[in-house]
């Protein structure tokens, strides 16, 4: 897959060998809305409040989903020991979106070392 203005390409293929790279590592945020945070606690069957607390954190005026430590790499909440996404279907935006954000335009090779699935293109 291209996407307009974007330096490289990404092959859907390789997230299904890949351990999910991009749902771990580093710690980062990963940005919900309102209506993300209604979706999700309803697929979990869990009341937002409830869910609120346990799956998201405040950061600035904002909410991210929390992270765990597993040997000292972050992994999202949402990712289950199979390295699946486990609210696939209502997972935010960002994740959607994954790789093509704006920081990746300007931080390829920083990309290309995560993702097994994307490829700079050379005639860009
Ligand atoms: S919500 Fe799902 S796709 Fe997004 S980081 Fe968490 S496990 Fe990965």
Not at 25 to 45: F, K, T
Not at 90 to 98: I, S
Request: proline share 3%; glycine share 4%.
């Amino acid at each position: 897959m291209i996407k307009d203005n974007f330096p490289f390409e990404f092959n859907h293929a390789a997230c299904i060998s890949c351990l999910a790279a991009c749902c771990k590592g580093s710690s980062g945020n990963i940005w919900v809305n309102s209506a993300d945070i209604r979706n999700i606690c309803h697929i979990l069957e869990i009341n937002q409040i409830d869910g609120i607390n346990k799956f998201f954190e405040k950061r600035g005026n904002r909410y991210s989903i929390r992270e765990c430590v597993d040997d000292k790499d972050y992994r999202c909440i949402f990712l289950n020991s199979a390295n699946r996404c486990s609210i696939y279907s209502v997972r935010p935006l960002q994740c959607r979106t994954f790789p093509f954000w704006e920081h990746f335009k300007r931080h390829t090779e920083q990309l290309i070392n995560e993702c097994p699935g994307v490829q700079k293109l050379i005639d860009f």
